[in-house]
């Protein structure tokens, strides 16, 4: 019998992605290879254009590969229509953006219960699981706030808890700290680790800073289109 538990939640395999600019062909990613468990924060690392945002979107299920595998907790995701893969985004993901893309209509607490209430959930129990969610990083003064009444460091800790409010098995993050200030960063950083250990979900990512991946339990560096795991001597 298999345990699940050595599951992978995210496994790429020999990922390639060509874009096509008039007759330039652009090759972004070149048989990029990747697997994430549960517990996990990957740091993903590579200079600019190197291919990180286009992972993330592949990885998320945002776009496809031209060739590879894409499996979320050992599934083939090659063969899903596009309602089927947005099922398994709101079912198994979590996103985490440079800028938090609140509702700004709503208030913290109104912007994590929405994902809740999307996927059914009634509106106590949505609320009741925001107002946790937002209480743990810090926010239970602040959760009938709209977002142009909290600080940036604030609004991104609510975009978290927005991120984990359906209990996902994957958090995909794309510079998460990178519109903060070094300080807020630190704190929004050890935040979100925490709650990723605490929850045990699967986390990837992305970010320019050095010092804040070294600190994550794996790094990947992104270089002429594929993947590579960086050892320990490598991070300084």
Known sequence: MNDASAMPVLELRNVHRTYHQGSREVRVLSGASARLMGGQAVALVGPSGAGKSTFLHIAGLLEGPDSGEVLINGKS??????????????????????????????????????????????????????????????????????????????????????????????????EPTGNLDPHTSEGVFAELIGLIERTGVAALIATHNMDLARRMHRVLRMQDGQLRELAPAELG
């Open 77 to 174: 995701c090659g063969g899903m229509s596009d309602d089927d893969r947005t099922r398994v985004r709101r079912a198994e993901m979590g996103f985490v953006y440079q800028f938090h893309q609140l509702l700004p209509e709503f208030s913290a607490l109104e912007n994590v219960a929405l994902p809740q209430m999307i996927q059914g959930k009634v509106r106590k129990a949505a609320e009741e699981r925001a107002r946790e969610l937002l209480t743990g990083l810090g926010l239970g003064e602040r959760v009938d706030h709209r977002p142009a009444e909290l600080s940036g460091g604030e609004q991104q800790r609510t975009a978290i808890a927005r991120a984990l409010a359906n209990s996902p098995r994957l958090l995909l993050a794309d």
